[in-house]
Every structure is written in structure tokens, then in C-alpha cells.
């Protein structure tokens, strides 16, 4: 079994190698914000079970925003976790609120993501099950206790047949570029 430490070394290596990934660069560190992240949003928000849901958790991460900013558009609520606050959230429905640095302006500050649906965590790694390994530390670390159904977008280079080690936490949906992945229950 390999360790979680040497599974993110080796994806962000897959991405710098294949020039898979954009700003901030290197990834290592990261969440990456991977080549593609925009066909990966689309995919996921068309998919029938996040356009049934209005409210939804999406993390900071460079590679979310993409969706941050098509979720915004159409319409939907969501909840940012604050950068500084641990604990609290930016609860945003104005489009311009999609960057980190526009949410003091369009966002308003809460402690309770009230109505959230559903959550959206970065990944550095997921594989086929719905295994999701994150950077390692911050807000999604471990998932969300919430009691939420979660989601990732990833690269193709980010998915694995198997993670050989435990996971942080388990998603529903993983959004790749030119498709969705259903993971069993």
C-alpha cells in the first residue's frame, strides 16, 4: 500500500510533466487547478443531479471556480468557505462573487451554509469508487460533516482505478472534462 503523501506527489508530477495544470504554479501543495477545469464544471452542473439542486457548498480552490462562476449564472446559491475565518462561510448569489477576492464585496459573512444541498470539495486525487483524497490539511481535509452528498472535479490524470490508501473522504459525482463518473454507493 502506498502512503496518501506519495499518491499526491506522483499526480502532481502527472500534471507538471503533461502540463496539465495552470496558476498557482507548482501544484504540489494544492488542489491543482487543472487544464480543463471549465469542461469539468459544465459537465458536473449539467448533470441531472446538481441542476435539481439550488444551494450549494463549493471550496475556494483555483480549480473551482470555473464552477463558482457557471453555478452563480445560473442562478444558484452558494456558500464559500472564508480563507480566514475557520468555521465560517461567504454565502453568494451575485456572479461577480465567484472570485476569492470579490467575496467581501458580493458576499455576506455566516456561520451556517442554511439550505446547502450539496457540496463540491477539490481533490488531488479521486479514483472510480468515489474515493477522494485531498491536499492533506484545510477546510475539506477529511469531507464536509454535514451530512451532504459531495462532489469533486478532477483531470484524468487526477483519477485512479483505486487509491491505494485510505481515503479522506467519498464523493457522489466526479466531474472530468468530457464526462460525469457516478460512483456506487
Same mark, same amino acid.
Not at 435539481?52 to 480552490?61: D, F, K, M, N, Q
Not at 480549480?63 to 464559500?80: D, F, H, I, N, S
Given at each position: 500500500?502506498?502512503?496518501? =503523501?506519495?499518491?499526491?506527489? +506522483?499526480?502532481?508530477?502527472?500534471?507538471? =510533466?503533461? +502540463?496539465?495544470?495552470?496558476?498557482? @504554479?507548482?501544484?504540489?501543495?494544492?488542489?491543482?487547478? $487543472?487544464?480543463?477545469?471549465?469542461?469539468?464544471a459544465a459537465q458536473?452542473?449539467?448533470?441531472?443531479?446538481?441542476?435539481?439542486?439550488?444551494? @450549494?457548498?463549493?471550496?475556494?480552490?483555483?480549480?473551482?471556480?470555473?464552477?463558482?462562476?457557471?453555478?452563480?449564472?445560473?442562478?444558484?446559491?452558494?456558500?464559500?468557505?472564508? +480563507?480566514k475565518k475557520g =468555521?465560517?462561510?461567504? &454565502?453568494?448569489?451575485?456572479? &461577480?462573487?465567484?472570485?476569492?477576492?470579490?467575496?467581501?464585496?458580493?458576499?455576506?459573512?455566516?456561520?451556517?451554509?442554511?439550505?446547502?444541498?450539496?457540496?463540491?470539495?477539490?481533490?488531488?486525487?479521486?479514483?472510480?469508487?468515489?474515493?477522494?483524497?485531498?491536499?492533506? $490539511?484545510?477546510?475539506?481535509?477529511?469531507?464536509?460533516?454535514?451530512?451532504?452528498?459531495e462532489y469533486t472535479?478532477?483531470?484524468?490524470?487526477?483519477?485512479?482505478?483505486? @487509491?491505494?490508501?485510505?481515503?479522506?473522504?467519498?464523493?457522489?459525482?466526479? =466531474?472530468?472534462?468530457? &464526462?460525469?463518473?457516478?460512483?456506487?454507493?
Open positions: 500500500m502506498s502512503t496518501a =503523501g506519495a499518491v499526491r506527489e +506522483q499526480v502532481w508530477d502527472d500534471l507538471m =510533466g503533461k +502540463q496539465a495544470c495552470a496558476y498557482p @504554479l507548482p501544484p504540489h501543495g494544492h488542489c491543482p487547478n $487543472f487544464t480543463h477545469a471549465k469542461k469539468a458536473l452542473l449539467a448533470h441531472p443531479d446538481l441542476t435539481a439542486r439550488h444551494t @450549494l457548498i463549493i471550496g475556494p480552490e483555483r480549480a473551482l471556480l470555473p464552477l463558482r462562476q457557471q453555478a452563480l449564472k445560473t442562478g444558484k446559491t452558494l456558500y464559500v468557505p472564508h +480563507q =468555521g465560517w462561510y461567504w &454565502r453568494v448569489t451575485d456572479p &461577480r462573487g465567484a472570485r476569492l477576492s470579490a467575496l467581501p464585496t458580493y458576499g455576506e459573512p455566516t456561520l451556517t451554509p442554511e439550505g446547502a444541498q450539496a457540496a463540491v470539495l477539490a481533490c488531488v486525487a479521486v479514483d472510480t469508487r468515489g474515493a477522494r483524497l485531498g491536499k492533506g $490539511f484545510g477546510w475539506g481535509a477529511r469531507g464536509l460533516p454535514l451530512n451532504l452528498p472535479l478532477a483531470h484524468p490524470l487526477m483519477l485512479r482505478e483505486a @487509491l491505494p490508501c485510505p481515503a479522506d473522504s467519498y464523493v457522489q459525482l466526479i =466531474g472530468l472534462p468530457d &464526462r460525469v463518473l457516478t460512483c456506487p454507493p
